[in-house]
């Protein structure tokens, strides 16, 4: 069962691309394994590595000051092409909670629920001036709260847009914490709630089994 | 009552409840698993103590990563083996018909639902695959589902879902001489991009639509997701009718008469409403050929590879130049000097007997380029037997190509058959993505026509001056 999700914190790297496909999230060689787990590994595999295995420089997961990122920050139709789930599981094993883009292609955004895995969908000029902050400061560390529905960017001088954030504060180290411009973000009651619960979709779909049944009793006499 | 769409009659044939807010406990007729999307899900079956609900809704092959070469050998792939064992395993303990590698109905899950009569008008359909869209090309309510999914419909024969958007694309007039199915499809996402029918279902009408074969609605189907959309539906008429009549699951004698009234009833109403829509002329479209790694990077065989200097939005000129590095191809360079190592026909996109057909027509008595290396993998024992009745393995084998067994093959390069870095592929299949057909491969998708005769010439030619 997925661990709930309800808030998290944490630092932001940005993948400045458009049209991510899940072949490229984990490319099908890796498609082989029978478990759910241990696929971070391979995650951005042809992107991170070189064709002799060794981390690719100038691919931004591989940059030492974005190691313990747990939000993506990326383009437009993130996880389009095939329905495989080992995107979102390879997402989310690798350490990612949460992921940010304008758009999701349909498949993947679903399958994100089912894992515990936050797709977020904010507005295309939100998102790129969090690619750029991402990208230029540091540690751009960013708050999403899933019961109020909100982003919250750090503190700081310097994002003037969005509304400022009442609470926010600088973290112990002079650092900026989140407290910064926050942005409401859209998101389905249902897998919301699902979500927040880390609820077992079987178990509850399972409470209409009668109905279930008795469905099935009228299309086997049609 | 208001009139309805197709999407919303199938729809509410298959709602078992519905909540409030819209969210549905939507039964599933059929679920179609394989090999590399259901071990997790089986497994979680056995976690959770659960039975499979209905085995006989249920249908299984082995078609991602299997060999297509002597299947008499065994395989080489250990993981690989190990995902269709388990598949095995998998079926025997929960009471699933699979088509195994020996079963003379195996083939891609795409290509096999239909063919067997299991596919049919008016149905939900489900399987862990996004190009289970195919099925639509019978009226069927067909999409692509992820493994957390697949269990779910394992253990209630339902899914949870909300209602989609409807998306009507209209093509209308006689397509020429050597444009096909797939060069609609193409030019299609060349209009509305890869996101283009995020969160619709699209319904294919026109008298274009409606002059196409079973064959032919399902390679234009089939790419519905790489426009985004959950589904591609097409109405159903004689032409599903009689490619139905007679398959091995389909009803018999009056019972098929009754089904049929039943499916005709299941076209969209006059007046219908759709959310969105576009309209196509077809008469407009050439061959196309994609330049890009993404199905939306299309243009005409007599184009040119675009320009990213000149696109309008920052975006789209950005993903244009990292597409072209990625594709070692220059703005501006014509289609048709572009040369090519591979050519791979086949995938649930373009591998039935008539796509088989319209690639042999081009070779025959041609010889493929010595520069080219080129495959023919159809999409099931089935098409595999009767093109070999037909002569057609004669015809590609004559030519310089190589005549496989039925499965996936380098649609998506699971098994051995994978592209090398920095070779160029003519595919017929349906992804371009970067590194789709091996790591740094590079893939222009085609129509079986095209790529055949690429194979021949060694860079891509208009077919229609063949
Ligand atoms: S042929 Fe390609 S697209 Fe079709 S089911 Fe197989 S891998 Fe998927």
Not at chain 2, 59 to 67: C, L, W
Not at chain 2, 319 to 339: F, G, Q, R, V
């Amino acid at each position: 069962m997925a661990e709930p999700f309800t808030t998290h914190t944490g630092l932001a790297v940005p993948l400045d691309r458009i049209n991510v496909d899940t072949d490229q999230i984990i490319p099908k060689q890796f498609l082989k394994r029978i478990e759910r787990t241990g696929f971070g590994q391979f995650l951005f595999y042809d992107w991170r590595f070189t064709g002799d295995g060794l981390p690719a420089r100038g691919f931004v997961l591989n940059e030492d000051r974005y190691r313990d990122a747990t939000i993506l920050v990326t383009g437009d139709n993130f996880g389009c092409g095939s329905s495989r789930e080992h995107a979102p599981w390879a997402l989310q094993d690798y350490g990612f909670r949460v992921i940010i883009a304008p758009s999701f292609a349909d498949i993947f955004y679903n399958n994100c629920f089912k894992n515990g895995l936050l797709p977020v969908v904010l507005p295309g000029d939100t998102v790129r001036r969090m690619l750029r902050n991402a990208a230029e400061q540091y540690p751009y560390s960013v708050s999403v709260d899933l019961e109020r529905q909100v982003v919250i960017e750090p503190g700081g001088p310097s994002d003037p847009s969005g509304a400022p954030e009442p609470g926010g504060a600088t973290g112990p180290n002079g650092s900026p914490e989140p407290g910064g411009p926050s942005h409401r973000f859209e998101v389905d009651p249902f897998l919301k709630h699902f979500i927040q619960e880390g609820l077992d979709e079987i178990g509850w779909t399972l409470q209409f089994e009668d109905d279930i049944a008795a469905y099935e009793r009228t299309r086997s006499t049609g | 009552m208001p009139p309805k769409t197709m999407y919303e009659k199938v729809w509410d044939q298959h709602v078992v409840k519905e909540m409030p807010d819209g969210l549905t406990v939507l039964y599933i007729d059929v679920h179609l698993i394989h090999e590399v999307t259901s071990p997790q899900a089986f497994e979680g079956l056995r976690t959770a103590g659960r039975k499979l609900r209905r085995p006989d809704l249920t249908y299984a092959t082995m078609d991602h990563n299997v060999p297509t070469t002597d299947r008499s050998l065994p395989m080489t792939d250990e993981i690989a083996r190990l995902q269709v064992d388990m598949l095995a395993r998998n079926c025997a303990e929960f009471g699933v018909p699979l088509y195994d590698l020996d079963s003379p109905r195996n083939g891609i899950v795409h290509v096999i639902g239909p063919e067997l009569g299991i596919t049919q008008p008016g149905r939900t359909m489900v399987c862990g695959d996004s190009h289970t869209s195919t099925h639509g090309a019978f009226g069927a309510l067909a999409f692509g589902i992820g493994t957390s999914e697949v269990e779910h419909v394992m253990a209630t024969q339902c899914l949870l879902q909300k209602r989609s958007r409807t998306f009507e694309i209209r093509v209308d007039g006689v397509l020429c001489e050597g444009v096909t199915a797939k060069d609609i499809i193409l030019n299609i996402i060349r209009r509305t991009g890869t996101a283009g029918g995020t969160g619709t279902v699209i319904e294919y009408a026109g008298s274009t639509i409606r002059g196409l074969s079973m064959d032919e609605r399902m390679t234009i189907c089939n790419m519905s997701i790489e426009l985004g959309a959950r589904a591609g539906l097409i109405a159903p008429d004689d032409t599903t009718f009689e490619y139905l009549a007679g398959r091995e699951f389909a009803p018999e004698g009056e019972a098929f008469d009754r089904a049929v009234a039943e499916w005709r009833t299941l076209a969209t109403d006059d007046g219908a409403e759709f959310d969105e829509r576009l309209a196509l002329k077809a008469d407009e479209i050439v061959p196309q050929v994609s330049w890009g790694t993404n199905p939306g990077m299309v243009t005409d065989v007599t184009g040119v590879v675009p320009d990213p200097a000149r696109m309008d939005s920052e975006n789209d000129r950005r993903a244009a130049e990292k597409a072209l590095s990625y594709m070692a191809l220059e703005p501006n360079t014509s289609i048709t000097e572009i040369e090519i190592d591979r050519v791979f026909i086949g995938s649930c996109t373009n591998s039935r007997l008539s796509d088989l057909r319209a690639a042999a027509d081009v070779i025959k008595g041609r010889r493929v380029s010595p520069r080219v290396t080129a495959l023919v993998v159809p999409g099931s024992h089935a098409v595999k037997r009767q093109a070999e009745a037909e002569g057609l393995d004669r015809v590609f084998l004559e030519a310089g190509f190589e005549w496989r067994e039925a499965g996936c093959s380098m649609c998506l390069g699971m098994n051995p058959d994978i592209l090398q870095p920095g070779e160029r592929c003519a595919s017929t299949s349906n992804r371009n993505f970067e590194g789709r057909q091996g790591r740094n491969g590079r893939t222009h998708l085609v129509s079986p026509a095209m790529a055949a005769a690429a194979a021949v010439a060694g860079h891509f030619v208009d077919v229609r001056d063949w």
